[in-house]
């Protein structure tokens, strides 16, 4: 009964750090084809578009989304369900153990 909550709670904090990212996705992609779009309607004569500064902000964010991206989808390959599992069992039997 136990491992099932355990894994219910561990379950739904998956969901929770999915649906955190594919919010951030989509206000990255919003927000920064605005910025993009506003600079191309702005332009002066003579002006270039395609520079950094055109595309500073969106490369700086898109950095700390890879970032976001490699917590969510990357960090299961170096402590999976598996381990995560092991551990649970691995504190329990410990608090088992001090409460006798």
């Known amino acids: 009964?136990?491992?099932?909550?355990?894994?219910?709670?561990?379950?739904?904090?998956?969901?929770?750090?999915?649906a955190g990212f594919y919010k951030h996705l989509v206000v990255y992609l919003l927000?920064?084809?605005?910025?993009?779009?506003?600079?191309?309607?702005?332009l002066d004569e003579g002006e270039q578009f395609l520079k950094f500064d055109t595309f500073s902000v969106a490369f700086f964010w898109g950095i700390g989304l890879a970032f976001h991206a490699f917590g969510v989808f990357f960090s299961q390959v170096?402590?999976?369900?598996?381990?995560?599992?092991?551990?649970?069992?691995?504190?329990?039997?410990?608090?088992?153990q001090n409460s006798r």
């Open 1 to 18: 009964m136990e491992m099932e909550r355990l894994r219910y709670e561990r379950a739904h904090k998956r969901i929770k750090q999915l």
């Open 31 to 42: 927000i920064n084809t605005f910025l993009i779009l506003l600079k191309w309607f702005r």
């Open 78 to 96: 170096f402590f999976g369900s598996d381990w995560e599992d092991r551990k649970v069992r691995e504190i329990i039997e410990k608090q088992k």
